[in-house]
């Protein structure tokens, strides 16, 4: 039994105990009271020291509540400096990036012009020498029409009578 049982007996038994009339005072029997007294100072003790388990208990929970958020607290902070460190990571990821994306853009634009004149040129002087090719050929041409007339001519005399629209007998 407990100290509350003990103190709930001792308040029925005063309850139920005869009263004394035209007075607040009443009749008990002091045998039962006392043993009631001496039984609750015997459980006092026993309650005391369960009461100091049940503070030191909850002293070491507080202790053990606080500690476990401060770890939690700590946990927190790493991984919110984790985050912002990543945060960074990715924005000089994404400078970079763009900074890498600009200069191969710039790069691209040089090469791209450098072939472009490169082509230009290699094209004229692709006409140059096609230009010079066509002047041989046209020369070529106009030396071999040349000769053909040339040898025409010598094949056929020349008289002016057929000019004149007279018929020349060549076995003459």
Known sequence: MDV??????????????????????????RTQVLD?????????????????ELLADREAVVQDGRRE?????????????RMVSEHEVYLAAVQEANELHRTT????????K???????????TFEITLQKTLQTVDRG???LRSQMYQELAMDQPYDGAQDAGYIVDERR
């Open 69 to 81: 958020a401060d770890r939690i607290l700590e946990r927190a902070r790493a991984q919110s400096d």
């Open 4 to 29: 509350q049982e003990r103190l709930d007996e001792l308040a029925v038994l005063i309850e139920d105990a005869k009263s004394m009339p035209l007075s607040a005072s009443c009749l008990v029997n």
């Open 114 to 124: 450098e072939t472009d004149d490169y082509i230009d040129a290699k094209l004229a």
């Open 105 to 112: 853009a710039q790069e691209t634009a040089h090469m791209r």
């Open 36 to 52: 009631l007294i001496e039984e609750i100072r015997q459980l006092l003790p026993e309650s005391v020291h369960r009461a100091d």
């Open 141 to 143: 041409r106009d030396r």
